[in-house]
């Protein structure tokens, strides 16, 4: 084998001359294939970000209207409960619904006149104040401010009968009545309403008195005067507060919320507005069948004092708000009340209503 000659001097200097790179042109053609899909990227990244945020809001949205529709539904159909449908065989005779208890109770009463009542809240007027319960919050002007009263449905037992005079005793106080609660007794015959004037016990056979010390009550026998057998049902008055407020949250834009508050309690954000009909039965109908018929619905505004007690059922409409802004692309075309609107901001705006039948009235 012969052996391999060196390269010479001039053979080095064309190999080393004859290396070739990439050139300007090719960079750029590199570079501009790179820009593309890294805008690619970013742009399927961005669509995708914004795709999660609608499904996001979009969710959020659906789950807040469903859970204010059984919430609404939930607490609207004890309206005026008394453990009891009528609470007398003459019920029929003497209008729509259950006869409301007697009350012994300072400053309380709980009637067909005010067992649901509202109001249109008005700018510059103070903190919402219920028939029983002041939360402070500030309302919002044009929306109503609903208060509803019932006996709660959790109930517990007499241990013997009671006549008027005397404090009845329970089996329990497993409902952890306190001094200065508002009680209903019912036996579905009659009912009494009477403020715990005592510091009730816990465990069983606990004495709830109705005395007229402190100013609890008006007199130390209930007001039916008569005696509730061992099966009377006791239970709490309920009184509850629903209107719209501003909320002390705010989003990721620094805007503030709305929502819906029960008692001066937030209980479901991004409520935008709510509008509410009270069912009534023909303004001519006699009591019976036909007064539990509604032929009309009116706002809170053209409410009559002699309307309220013949209300039998509540529609609402409430206009839902997603907590972000920017969540879509353009402003969305709103239909609230029977009228379209533009909205003002890229939230995103969806609609839910229900109609409640109060089937303590029926």
């Known amino acids: 084998m012969s052996p391999i000659a060196p390269l010479s001097v001039f053979d080095r200097c064309r190999r080393l001359t004859g290396q070739r790179g990439s050139t300007l042109i ?11 899909l890294v805008g690619g990227m970013i742009t399927l990244f961005v669509n995708n970000k914004q795709t999660y945020r609608y499904n ?47 009350s012994s109770a300072t400053g309380v009463t709980f009637d067909s006149a005010n067992a649901i009542s509202a109001y249109r ?6 903190g919402i104040v219920g028939s029983y319960a002041s939360p402070a919050n500030i ?4 929306t109503d401010v609903i208060t509803i009263l019932y006996a709660s449905g959790a109930a517990t037992t007499l241990t013997a009968s009671v006549k008027s005079a005397n404090s009845p005793v329970i089996r329990d106080n497993a409902l952890d009545f306190r001094q200065g609660d508002i009680v209903i007794m019912a036996d579905c015959i009659s009912a009494d309403a009477f403020r715990v004037s ?45 209107h719209l407020a501003q909320s002390s949250k705010v989003n990721r834009q620094g805007q503030a919320l709305q929502s819906l508050y029960l008692n ?19 303004a001519t109908a006699a009591p019976g069948a036909n007064a539990r ?13 002699t309307d309220w007690p013949n209300v039998i059922a509540i529609q ?19 239909t609230f009340n029977g009228v379209t609107t533009t909205a003002a901001d890229r939230r995103m705006y969806s609609t839910v209503s229900t109609t409640i039948a109060l089937r303590n009235r029926f």
Request: charge should be negative; charged fraction near 15%; hydrophobic fraction near 45%.
């Open 264 to 282: 001066g309690n937030e209980m479901i954000e991004g409520v935008a507005n709510m509008n509410v009909l009270y069912g009534l039965p023909a």
């Open 293 to 305: 018929t509604v032929t009309r619905y009116l706002p809170a505004s053209a409410m009559t004092a």
């Open 121 to 126: 809240y008005a700018a510059g007027a103070p």
């Open 316 to 334: 609402f409409e409430l206009l839902l708000a997603s907590a972000d802004d920017n969540a879509v692309s353009a402003p969305m075309p709103i």
């Open 26 to 36: 090719e960079l750029m053609i590199g570079m501009v294939i790179s820009l593309l």
């Open 198 to 242: 005592n510091v009730p016990a816990s465990g069983n056979n606990v004495t709830l008195e109705h005395k007229v010390t402190g100013g609890a009550n008006i007199s130390d026998s209930l007001a039916s005067d008569r005696e509730y057998g061992d099966g009377t049902r006791v239970m709490r008055l309920q009184s509850q507060t629903f």
């Open 139 to 142: 309302g919002v002007p044009g």
């Open 56 to 102: 996001e809001e979009l969710a959020r949205i659906q789950e807040n209207g469903r859970f204010a529709v059984e919430f609404l539904q939930r607490n609207f159909r004890m309206v005026g409960h008394l453990g009891c449908g009528y609470m007398a065989a003459s019920a029929e005779e003497e209008g729509y619904g259950a006869v409301f208890p007697r």
